[in-house]
């Protein structure tokens, strides 16, 4: 993220934020290579648009299991809202709804799921949020929160499946940033059987997560479920299988395993796996609605959006949030009429091209 109203976010959000929060949500794994390579990995792709195919207006709207989007953007599920402002994921919902997208509200939020939901419907009645997990070592545990984002009225079910340990971040272990400052906590994981959690890497990820875990969820719960932290095509076919409603083709943010291609290089096969069976999303990297276009024409139904959405919260709360979403809808559609495209549908492979190979 270098120029831009985005970018301008990004450096007000690095100036008022505690340097051991930032480096939390700015971080990546090991030597960071995945991180800054989901960020350079769309800037070695090219669009190569269509001409003459004008249209007055364009339609954005993408219908997902689970809510529809007005525009093809979610907000990925981040942990501890409340680091980056004090409304923390209350106000990232708020903002999320009235852009009419769906916030993916991690199991590691700082508001309780039900606030984030109540939030939510309160700017607008039909609004939908999704609700993240990484399934428990305690399978008691599992069906305890998923019964807590059926309750809270969540319209689907995210769960993370890359990571069965936790990714190492070194700007947190330089920092010795093992806890939450006084008076935040993981408000969807109190009182559960086993007690609370204790730090902030401590949300009860199991390393012998399987796809008996995927199929446990699937029959504890009628809500949508997609499977995130998909890289291999194979994973891709087999949670089809397993019946997922979708795949998110996630890399983490570069925050678990620093060898895995950027994710929007791995888009593609997956894609080409899932064959249209489930729609498949991305997130990692994405910085502006060239991006967007990109992993659309490349076959994702919509993206997901982390650190600028952090950035916006901790620069001006909701308001920053609702900045970066507009920021977003505005440049996709603006690339949308200069591809000439009417809808989503028109962003096809064809207009995808590798820089400095010819076309
Ligand atoms: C994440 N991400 C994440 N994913 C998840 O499934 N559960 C989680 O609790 C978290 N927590 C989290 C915290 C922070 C600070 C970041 C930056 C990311 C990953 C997230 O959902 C998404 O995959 C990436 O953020 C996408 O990359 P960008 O948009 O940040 O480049």
Redesign the pocket.
């Known amino acids: 993220m270098s120029t831009g109203p985005l970018a301008e976010l990004h450096d007000k959000a690095r100036a008022v934020l505690d340097p051991v929060h930032y480096d939390?949500?700015a971080g990546g794994v090991g030597d960071e290579v995945v991180l800054g390579e989901?960020?350079a990995a769309f800037r070695r792709l090219a669009l190569l648009p269509r001409v003459l195919r004008g249209a007055p207006t364009r339609d954005l709207g993408v219908d997902l299991p689970g809510g529809h989007l007005d525009l093809p953007v979610l907000v990925?599920?981040?942990?501890?809202h409340r680091l980056a402002h004090p409304e923390g994921e209350l106000a990232t919902a708020r903002a999320a709804a009235a852009a009419g997208t769906v916030l993916?509200s991690?199991?590691?939020s700082t508001v309780a799921i039900g606030d984030v939901v109540a939030a939510a419907r309160a700017v607008r009645a039909e609004a939908s949020v999704w609700f993240?997990l990484?399934p428990q070592p305690d399978q008691d545990v599992t069906a305890c929160l998923v019964e807590r984002a059926e309750r809270a009225g969540c319209t689907a079910l995210?769960v993370?499946a890359d990571?069965p340990v936790f990714g190492r971040h070194r700007r947190d272990a330089e920092h010795g940033f093992h806890d939450l400052p006084a008076g935040l906590a993981a408000e969807n994981m109190r009182d559960l059987p086993g007690g609370p959690p204790g730090g902030v890497r401590d949300?009860g990820m199991s390393p012998s997560v399987s796809w008996r875990d995927l199929d446990r969820l699937r029959e504890l719960t009628s809500l949508p479920l997609w499977l995130?932290?998909v890289l291999h095509p194979r994973d891709a076919v087999l949670a089809v299988e397993h019946g997922v409603a979708g795949v998110v083709v996630?890399?983490?943010?570069?925050?678990q395993l620093d060898l895995v291609p950027a994710?929007v290089e791995a888009l593609p096969a997956v894609v080409d796996a899932v064959a249209g069976r489930v729609p498949v999303l991305l997130?990692?990297?994405?910085r502006g609605g060239g991006d967007v276009a990109v992993a659309l024409a490349l076959g994702a139904a919509a993206v997901?959006?982390?650190?600028?959405v952090?950035w916006g919260l901790a620069a001006d709360g909701e308001a920053g949030v609702s900045r970066v979403l507009a920021v977003l809808r505005d440049e996709v559609d603006h690339v949308l009429a200069l591809c000439g495209g009417r809808d989503l549908a028109d962003l096809t492979p064809d207009l995808v091209v590798s820089r400095g190979t010819g076309v």
């Open positions: 939390y949500y989901n960020e990925a599920p981040t942990a501890f993916v991690g199991v590691a993240q990484y995210v993370t990571s949300i995130k932290g996630s890399n983490h943010g570069g925050r994710a997130d990692g990297g994405v997901g959006v982390g650190r600028p952090l």
